[in-house]
């Protein structure tokens, strides 16, 4: 490859991210600097900290972003506990069969959040299933389960438990079995092997981990409004109040900036302490600790029952709250909100049929799925061959710039490209939901792509170039096909993630250009009608399907793993 063609190929994913990710991200801190909230203010230059100054005066602003705060830690903590038990027994499983488990663990990531909000509202219910088994026991019921941190907090684990189990496993499976061996010959138990090993080993994995779900549970606001009501209020929830509901976009954008800071920070202090506790990732020794032969003896007694507990609960969290969407739209009950099996129905499956509304936002998800598939499909090959095999000046850079939009809150990009959009009129509503959209899929196919194109048998290709093929036919002939499966995945996982994403899209649909998770949303919010168990229901077989699909060509634990 030519010295030039590295930033070539880097170009068309670089130029995109300035232009539907940092724009939108700069728009948001210029709102943040203007003063008053008048929604048809042009952005002015002279900066103020009127905004700023608003917040920090502010008990309830502060309150609330402390508690924010305090729950992402809390589901960081929540997530890790139950993440290990699950990382381990995927990796415990013969081969054949950990693509199945990989599956449970990504149906529930790829369905979008509204759908898992719903399930987790009828488990919590008054009349729910956990009040129904404590009723078998003769226990009395828990009334006021829901519309609180408790809540939220349980929502935002089954939501974000896939992120960190995924995280885990990438690094666990990559540990050398004869790591393992060597520690089972020094005399080493099951348990701490665990202790001494793994767990040392795999903080890199848990680091990423801990980012990603600290960025995401500390800016949610879907799963907060629907299991929060408006009794337990986060940084989310007063961002998109604020942005859709009072019109006051530059307090939005101040606070949306306050809350990446506090993830900014939160991220370089988790990098901070796995630095810390993995000398020998840069070189330097580790320092060796020990036990008291009490204590150990106690952590071999206890922590395989509360591993396997963990493992039971994770399990139950991804997997039941789903199940439990699929009863309701069987349920003949008259309110959606209403739990508890009553009678055996298809009223709403025959309702949804006859509704247009959902058709008209089914297709409005699928070509907007369809089309970020492509571009991002695109783009993003392109990327992997720059990373993979480019050469040129400021490529860690790029490569950092590329990863962003994981590392920050989701919600500025929307509130800035939102206010793009009502600048630059002319640009269809469409465009700018692909823009966003790509934006959130890219990162995550690069990744994927950059893997594929490591593996590539570059042999084949000088056979090619030996035998006479030129570059054009070299790409058609031998790269293409060898990559076909790396490109299926990465384009089923991008069209997965774009048509079931609702955090960032509700800020930029229409009256005529509503996506289907943004309408299931609104139905679950403020209609009454179980119909919205029924789409719900077709969205999880749907998620089933691509994810059969995808193993069909390719194992799903090779694409999610290094």
């Known amino acids: 490859m030519k010295s030039w063609s590295g930033a070539v190929l880097a170009a068309p994913a670089t130029l995109w991210l300035l232009a539907a990710f940092a724009a939108p991200l700069g728009v948001v801190v210029l709102l943040s600097l203007q003063p008053g909230s008048d929604p048809f203010v042009k952005l002015a230059l002279s900066p103020s900290v009127e905004q700023f100054g608003a ?119 990559a540990t050398s079995p004869r790591v393992l061996e060597a520690a089972r010959c020094l005399g080493a138990s099951r348990t701490m092997q665990f202790f001494t090993v793994q767990l040392p080993l795999s903080l890199p994995g848990l680091r990423a981990g801990l980012t990603y779900v600290f960025l995401m549970a500390s800016t949610t606001y879907v799963s907060a409004r629907m299991l929060g009501g408006k009794q337990a209020w986060t940084s989310g929830m007063l961002v998109w109040q604020d942005v859709l509901e009072n019109l006051d976009a530059q307090f939005a954008s101040a606070f949306a900036l306050v809350m990446t800071l506090i993830a900014i920070v939160a991220s370089l202090s988790i990098a901070s302490g796995v630095k810390q506790l993995t000398p020998w990732l840069n070189g330097k020794p580790g320092k060796p600790w020990m036990l008291p032969r009490p204590v150990v003896i106690a952590m071999e007694a206890i922590v395989p029952v509360l591993a396997r507990a963990g493992f039971a609960l994770a399990l139950l969290l991804l997997l039941l709250p789903l199940g439990l969407v699929v009863v309701q739209s069987f349920n003949d009950v008259p309110q959606a909100a209403m739990a508890g099996f009553r009678h055996f129905t298809l009223r709403w499956y025959q309702q949804l049929f006859g509704d247009r509304l959902y058709f008209d936002s089914f297709w409005v998800s699928v070509s907007l799925a369809a089309g970020t598939s492509v571009v991002t499909v695109l783009l993003a090959t392109l990327a992997a061959f720059a990373v993979v095999r480019g050469k040129f000046p400021g490529k860690p850079a790029v490569e950092v710039f590329w990863m962003l939009p994981l590392a920050l809150p989701q919600i500025a990009i929307g509130l800035g490209m939102l206010r793009l959009l009502q600048t630059f009129t002319a640009v269809p509503a469409f465009l700018g939901l692909l823009a966003v959209h790509v934006t959130i899929t890219l990162p995550f196919c690069i990744g994927l792509l950059r893997a594929s194109v490591q593996q590539l048998d570059r042999s084949l290709e000088d056979a090619a170039a030996n035998l006479g093929a030129g570059p054009v036919r070299r790409i058609f002939w031998v790269i293409l096909p060898c990559l076909a499966p790396g490109l299926a995945a990465a384009g089923i996982v991008a069209l997965l993630l774009s048509f079931e994403e609702v955090t960032v899209t509700s800020f930029l649909t229409t009256a005529r250009m509503t996506t289907l998770p943004v309408r299931i949303y609104a139905e679950a919010t403020y209609s009454l009608e179980p119909t919205v168990f029924a789409i719900s229901s077709l969205l999880i077989a ?21």
């Open 55 to 173: 917040i920090f005066a502010d008990p309830f602003y502060l309150s609330v972003l402390l508690k924010t705060t305090l729950l992402a830690v809390g589901v960081c903590i929540v997530t890790t506990l139950l993440g290990y038990p699950f990382a381990l027994w995927i990796l415990s499983l013969p081969a054949r069969w950990r693509p199945a488990a990989i599956a449970i663990v990504l149906i529930p990531l790829l369905i979008n959040v509204v759908v898992r909000s719903l399930g987790i509202e009828l488990l919590l219910a008054p009349d729910g299933l956990i009040n129904d088994a404590l009723a078998l026991f003769g226990a009395p019921a828990a009334k006021h389960m829901l519309y609180n941190y408790g809540a939220i907090g349980i929502g935002l684990v089954q939501v974000f438990l896939p992120l960190m189990v995924l995280s885990l496993y990438d690094v666990l499976q």
């Open 542 to 562: 749907m998620t089933g399907i691509c994810l059969f699909l995808l193993c069909r060509v390719v194992p799903l634990d090779r694409v999610f793993s290094r």
